[in-house]
């Protein structure tokens, strides 16, 4: 969503493979109430015209700031040539700086720079020492190739020498442009790397930054392989939002390689279709196997999916279309543990709010991917979210609202 943004905001079209219907939805802000146990299900849905749209959000519970164990930082940061453009670097440092004001005196942050190869510029320092932290970060300047295996190997070597800290989090946290162009490039030839590390508990969070050569599909897949989460900084808005606001809380892991399979009935469902998550899927008969590779959801973390259903004949009023199933492991080796809850809606009534407004953005995202990139499609979703906006508690309705009205004036 954020990528898309940027790209409009500077007066063009994202492109389409930049566009994920999935993290359009996931920008929003939260509806569904945080479990006491360790993951809750809401499903709703409901008419949307001439649709019906089912709606399941998986909400983790959340760790209280008191109760959150430290966490050992290790930045991986890109200094090459192509982070000096369009101000890269510079909001690099802000951000990191938002984050080093936020963070515990307990904590501890560590900084690898890559360019032509990598170089350690921090060893693991405490935040009781925050002067020097920030006299790091405000060091930092870009020059030279991208060799991002290198920066990444490097990390990974220091994060490794954290994890004997019993009780705190380690966590790598690569800030790139993604521009690889050194040594392996491409998220597969990475995935070995990272792979090791991710199963011995050090996950790996990719941010991305400025749109000149800008690969997205390189940070959102290492960071996916890496059990971590991808996310996008394209101001310093955003920076706050990310390092000011979210991402201590969320690399607090309360339930791994935790997963969802959804089972209708077909006695209430002809078809359907899941929107989006193309490759994030687990083949059907990998769900219930222990050894199942999944993402790991942190403290408050929220996830929907939205479905759009087409009921078999003569289904009306109220209906169990079936059932979700949660599969997930508790932190740190602890037991497997499952949920499954119906799914009860109306095949009649309008849907929810919230439900009205994820088809809205759904439908957005829909017309960015599309190859016609119809100017009416995206006017008309643009009035549904201009509605919608004036309904919900979310600036980012409002703010989709205004992307896609302004996208229609130039697709």
Known sequence: ?????????????PPPEAVRTE?????????????????GVTAEGGRVDDRLLLRLGVTAREVPDEDRPDVNLVFVIDTSGSMDEESKIGLVKESLGILVENLQDSDSVSIVTFDDGPEPALPPTSLEDRGTVLDAIESLDAGGSTNLEGGLRLGYETAEDLITDEGSITRVVLLSDGVANVGETGPGSLVELIRDDADRGVKLVTVGFGLGGFNDTLMEQVADQGDGFYAYVDSIDEAQRLFGDELTTTLITVAEDARAQVTFDPDT????????????DIADDEFALDDTDAGDLGSGHRVVALYEIEPAPGVSGDATLGSVELRWDEPSGGDERS?????????????????????????????????????????????????????????????????????????
Request: proline share 5%; charged share 30%.
């Open 339 to 411: 949920s499954t809850t119906d799914i009860d809606v109306s095949a009649d009534d309008d849907a929810p709010e919230a439900t009205q407004v994820v088809g809205a953005v759904a439908d957005l995202a829909e017309a960015l991917r599309s190859p016609e990139r119809s100017p009416d499609a995206l006017a008309e979703v643009a009035e549904r979210l201009d509605a919608l906006a004036g309904e919900v508690d979310d600036p980012v309705v409002e703010q989709m609202a205004a992307l896609a009205g302004r996208a229609a004036e130039f697709a």
């Open 23 to 39: 993290e359009f939805v996931n920008a929003l802000g939260d509806v569904d109430p945080a479990p006491d146990d360790t993951l």
């Open 269 to 280: 469902v002809a078809r359907y279709r899941l929107i989006g998550y193309e490759n994030r």
């Open 1 to 13: 969503w954020t990528v898309a943004r940027r790209y409009v905001n500077d007066g063009s079209l």
